[in-house]
């Protein structure tokens, strides 16, 4: 199977699987019991539809209508796709409102509307006005959609704004400031080509313009080629854009201009044509999957040249997800009445200024750099940077009330700014953060258990992501034909048998190692080579031979049989005495790590205390200050038993080693996670005002049992168990874990893999000074 054809069957399983499409509708309050359903409905709904009745602004009061943008298309041009109608646009729509949610917490109904022509469009629109606090026309060809905005602009209250016009407009316009501030040059004296003469490329000169661009220095071109007075096939929409002063190619166009906007198709620019633009010059070429001229290309045309594209695999992604979230969410929360210019350069003001930030660790770790920071390479803020949130929405509401559009006023910003923070966590990027730093960096993956099927479903995610290079342990025979009857795409992926003659050699050296590991811990050589059959063994033996960079097993074995040939063969780090298991559990708060919960059943306070290290250490490695509670049934001394005061020992023990580690205990778990109630009742504890992130169990059993009713009762993503105190990576899965689960252990697996590496590098630098 092509990987064209893999992807194919990954998005449609992806989007079919268990409640068909991306998006589902939950209650907000309690509807349980009988009380409850006559305050959600008859007849309690009946008192706040008379106060709305009395005024209508109470409609923000007492329901969502606040909170709720509609996702609103034809289908007329949905991606690259075109016009393939409204029913097709769905599954686009149903992602934008999937990214309005967890950018920035709102709520989304996507519509699409079976109407291409534009007056019935409006009015269809205009008529749902009631429902929505917002309105994002999105996918609706030109020149349609064009009246459609400034239609709907006229005759609404509320803020609607065409996002493939103004959502690349306001990120490029952004970039832009950045590089010609970097580049020393001037917004009214620079000369611009413009590629493209579409929605987004004429809101684009729009904008720029309005920050001070001179309209007579503008050259755009459409396909028939540069937009000039002589031409007679110019609409009335492209007509005011015809600034040429004669008809000139693109390559005449290019020589001494100083931007490039690119919003058409791929490799139109030549490196020829980079070379003949001005000194310092600026390319934004910004037509996916393929820009109008390459990274490469332009780099080493010229060296002075600042280049962003719309790629996420390339510095200086233009990306629209930079945007609309935060925009809408400004305009929300001071209820404005549309999003106008000020709102879009005050949007454009707050990314420029947030490039030149300084950079959180987080976002650091997610794009696998040591220190990103403002220049060529990075003149707009990246998309999983976790203060736009809190930084573009309080700008664009800030420029709503000023410019007098706003109907609601924020006093405290400190406080709103706080209130947009709690609303995702600022933590909880840690999944798409972990992903991105995962496919920076790939490593070699053993997949010990090669014959199960969702360890195949998984190895083929991670190879086609570009997350590591999988390798299989089984059966070859068994494996292929398990792949063929269940359409697995296993190109590119090696499989070895442990037990075949093509190994034999190196199976050999492996036994021969691990004797001499094991010799006097009571292993004969030929159990050593019996033991060297098995994947697990031969596995880790791999990882410790740097033959791979890393193994994920357990998916079909019991615990215990399963870390039993990592201990033996691969060991603990330095200084570990024991190891420990770790879950990472994503909740609504943020991500929460949960230790130990595998490995160690009633650990001393010294080994409690080493847990504690070993967990805050690797809850470090996510680039997550640790904030850690050591869980018991009682709180602070209030019980005199053995179990407590070992816990309360082990706090003592790990503070007198990392005083300025954030850890408190002993506490029970309805303390530690409602900081009101410890600030209220222990307001002596250092984790008063913190929110708890890392819980330490006092023993396996309790570790064990809260993982699992969080799991069987939530449906967050959850991670692990992730072992922590091995020299090299290897990880365990539970019984029967999920293709999802396992790809999630893979991303575990090879920044683990990555840190270890690089501490290794590290270590020697040090020896060779």
């Not at 709102?106 to 009631?130: R, Y």
């Not at 040059?185 to 904008?207: D, R, T």
């Amino acid at each position: 199977m092509s990987k064209n054809n893999l992807r194919k069957e990954l998005a449609l399983e992806y989007h079919a699987n268990g409640r068909p499409g991306k998006i589902e509708v939950i209650p907000t309050k309690k509807a349980k019991t009988q009380r409850d359903l006559s305050l959600a409905y008859s007849p309690g709904v009946a008192i706040p539809c008379l106060e709305i009745a009395a005024d209508k602004e109470n409609v923000y009061k007492y329901t969502a209508k606040g909170n709720l943008v509609a996702v609103i298309s034809n289908g007329t041009a949905v991606l690259g796709l075109g016009d393939i109608g409204p029913e097709a646009g769905k599954p686009v729509m149903e992602g934008k409102g999937v990214l309005f949610k967890i950018f920035a917490d709102i709520d989304v109904f996507d519509i699409e509307i079976n109407e291409k022509d534009p007056e019935k469009f409006v009015e269809i629109v205009q008529a749902l006005e009631p429902t929505f606090g917002g309105i994002n026309l999105e996918d609706i060809k030109a020149p349609g959609c064009f009246y459609i905005e400034r239609e709907l602009k006229k005759r609404l209250k509320i803020p609607v704004m065409h996002d493939d016009q103004h959502g690349t407009a306001i990120i490029s316009a952004a970039a832009l400031l950045n590089a010609l501030e970097l580049q020393k040059k001037k917004i009214e004296k620079v000369k611009f080509v413009v590629n493209g003469a579409g929605a987004a490329a004429m809101a684009c000169v729009l904008l720029y313009q309005q920050m001070g661009a001179k309209p007579e220095n503008f050259i755009m071109f459409d396909s028939k080629g540069a937009l000039h007075k002589g031409r007679t096939d110019l609409d009335e929409i492209k007509a005011p854009f015809a600034t040429a002063k004669k008809d000139i190619s693109l390559a005449e166009a290019m020589k001494g201009a100083d931007v490039f906007i690119g919003l058409s198709t791929g490799n139109v620019l030549t490196k020829a044509m980079v070379k003949s633009m001005a000194k310092n010059p600026i390319v934004f070429a910004m037509a996916n999957p393929d820009p109008e001229i390459s990274w490469e290309d332009a780099t080493t045309a010229r060296k002075d040249v600042i280049m962003a594209t719309g790629r996420s695999d390339y510095p200086n992604q233009v990306n629209n997800v930079l945007g609309f979230p935060y925009i809408f969410r400004g305009a929300l929360d001071v209820r404005a009445t549309q999003i106008n210019t000020e709102m879009q350069l005050a949007a454009v003001k707050a990314l420029a200024e947030l490039a030149k930030t300084p950079v959180p660790d987080i976002v650091n770790l997610a794009y696998n750099q040591k220190n990103l920071h403002f220049g060529p390479d990075y003149i707009i803020p990246k998309p999983l940077d976790p203060r736009l949130l809190s930084t573009v929405a309080p700008a664009v509401a800030k420029a709503a009330i000023k410019s007098g559009v706003a109907r609601k006023t924020i006093e405290n910003w400190d406080q709103y700014a706080q209130e947009l923070n709690k609303r995702l966590g600022l933590d909880n990027h840690v999944l798409r953060v972990l992903g991105a730093k995962a496919r920076s960096n790939p490593k070699r993956i053993v997949f010990a258990e090669g014959e199960n099927l969702n360890i195949l479903k998984a190895a083929q995610i991670v190879l086609d992501e570009g997350i590591g290079y999988p390798t299989l342990l089984g059966n070859k025979k068994q494996i292929e034909q398990i792949a063929i009857e269940n359409k697995i795409d296993l190109s590119g992926i090696p499989i070895i048998d442990p037990r075949s003659e093509e190994v034999a050699a190196r199976r050999a050296e492996y036994v021969k190692i691990f004797y001499e590991k094991r010799a006097r811990k009571g292993y004969t050589f030929n159990e050593a080579a019996k033991l060297m059959q098995d994947r697990n063994h031969f596995g880790c033996m791999m990882v410790e031979m740097c033959d791979a960079d890393c193994m994920i097993s357990g998916q079909t074995k019991r615990y215990s049989d399963a870390i039993r040939p990592a201990l033996q063969i691969i060991g603990t780090e330095e200084g570990v005495k024991k190891v420990a298991g770790m879950y990472l559990i994503m909740t609504a708060r943020g991500p929460l790590f949960l230790a130990d919960t595998t490995v160690n059943i009633n650990p001393t306070a010294e080994e409690l205390a080493e847990i504690v290290l070993l967990t805050a250490r690797e809850v470090a490695a996510f680039n997550i200050t640790p904030r850690i509670a050591m869980l018991s049934y009682s709180n602070f001394g209030s019980s005199n038993t053995p179990e407590a005061k070992l816990v309360a020992e082990a706090r003592r023990l790990v503070k007198e080693k990392y005083p300025s580690l954030v850890v408190d205990g002993e506490m029970q778990a309805n303390v530690a996670l409602n900081n009101e109630l410890l600030k209220e009742m222990y307001p002596f504890s250092e984790l008063v005002g913190k929110e708890v992130n890392t819980l330490i169990f006092p023993n396996l059993a309790s570790g064990n049992i809260a993982y699992n009713i969080l799991k069987a009762i939530s449906s967050t993503d959850a991670i692990g168990p992730i072992l922590l105190g091995l020299k090299k990576p290897v990880h365990l899965l539970q019984l029967g874990s999920t293709v999802n689960s396992i790809v999630n252990m893979a991303l575990i697996a090879v920044i683990d893999a990555q840190l270890k590496c690089e501490s290794k590098q590290s270590g020697k630098k040090k020896k060779a000074k």
